[in-house]
């Protein structure tokens, strides 16, 4: 029998009705030291980290329900090589002006560098061995990366996507995803961003056009959905 989440807007999702472990999977994104650590990249920025730490607790509510029901789970990491090669000199502009520049020197190593510590999600949220973890220089978490060619040997169609920021690394993702003929789902309580307008926003914009990028939902919906999955098939 196939499982939607009905709730969803604005349209009940998946589209066709086909959530499964193997054709959904749960993308979690940037959840980050160097964005959720005091020291890290953010923090460097100047922005107060206290609304993405909150954002801890329900996304290890909804990872733990994706684990138990054997649906497959990603991770991304934003972050360039230790040589610099792949951060532009206009990322270095850019990152530079509130005094946070990539590639630079923190309390949890060089912003935004991998293999530093500030680089490596919190341990909260840490990936088991059997969870890709794609590592991407930008934003979105299919542009260099193999993030696209993992997906479809799996068989994936559905996302569901959470994460931060909402307007950034979470946006950019969703909306290559639609490109990419994906059917996403962003849970509305699982992403944060620097402010409530943004955020508010971010998710607006993705519900245009009766859902040119996507939908929302909010997170206990998805559990259900989940769970609701489970005691049909098991």
Same mark, same amino acid.
């Given at each position: 029998?196939?499982?939607?989440?009905?709730?969803?807007?604005?349209?009940?999702?998946?589209?066709?009705?086909? @959530?499964?472990?193997?054709?959904?999977?749960?993308?979690?994104?940037?959840?980050?030291?160097?964005?959720?650590?005091?020291?890290?990249?953010?923090?460097?920025?100047?922005?107060?980290?206290?609304?993405?730490?909150?954002?801890?607790?329900?996304?290890?509510?909804?990872?733990?329900?994706?684990?138990?029901?054997?649906?497959?789970?990603?991770?991304?990491?934003?972050?360039?090589?230790?040589? &610099?090669?792949?951060?532009? $000199?206009?990322? *270095?502009?850019?990152?530079?002006?509130?005094?946070?520049?990539? &590639?630079?020197?923190?309390?949890?190593?060089?912003?935004?560098?991998?293999?530093?510590?500030?680089?490596?999600?919190?341990? =909260?949220?840490?990936?088991?061995?059997?969870?890709?973890?794609?590592?991407?220089?930008?934003?979105?978490?299919?542009?260099?990366?193999?993030?696209?060619?993992?997906?479809?040997?799996?068989?994936?169609?559905? @996302?569901?996507?959470?994460?931060?920021?909402?307007?950034?690394?979470?946006?950019?993702?969703?909306?290559?995803? $639609?490109?990419?003929?994906?059917?996403?789902?962003?849970?509305?309580?699982?992403?944060?961003?620097?402010?409530? =307008?943004? *955020?508010?926003?971010?998710? =607006?914009? @993705?519900?245009?056009?009766?859902?040119?990028?996507?939908?929302?939902?909010?997170?206990? =919906?998805?559990?259900?959905?989940?769970?609701?999955?489970?005691?049909?098939?098991?």
């Amino acid at each position: 029998m196939t499982t939607q989440i009905p709730t969803s807007t604005p349209y009940a999702w998946p589209h066709d009705a086909s @959530l499964s472990p193997t054709t959904t999977a749960l993308l979690i994104i940037d959840m980050q030291r160097d964005f959720l650590t005091t020291g890290g990249y953010l923090s460097a920025q100047g922005y107060p980290l206290t609304r993405f730490q909150a954002l801890i607790p329900p996304l290890v509510s909804l990872l733990s329900t994706f684990r138990r029901a054997s649906f497959p789970v990603f991770h991304t990491r934003e972050g360039h090589a230790a040589h &610099g090669a792949t951060i532009s $000199s206009r990322e *270095r502009h850019r990152s530079r002006i509130n005094g946070g520049e990539i &590639g630079s020197q923190g309390p949890l190593g060089k912003l935004l560098v991998r293999g530093e510590r500030g680089h490596d999600i919190v341990p =909260e949220l840490q990936p088991l061995p059997r969870e890709p973890v794609v590592d991407k220089p930008g934003r979105s978490a299919f542009a260099n990366t193999e993030l696209d060619a993992m997906l479809r040997a799996r068989g994936i169609r559905n @996302l569901v996507v959470c994460g931060v920021t909402a307007e950034a690394c979470v946006s950019s993702t969703v909306r290559e995803a $639609s490109d990419r003929g994906y059917d996403v789902l962003v849970v509305e309580d699982g992403v944060e961003s620097v402010s409530d =307008e943004l *955020r508010v926003w971010s998710l =607006e914009a @993705l519900k245009v056009e009766g859902g040119l990028f996507g939908v929302t939902g909010n997170k206990r =919906e998805v559990i259900e959905a989940i769970e609701s999955w489970v005691s049909i098939n098991q």
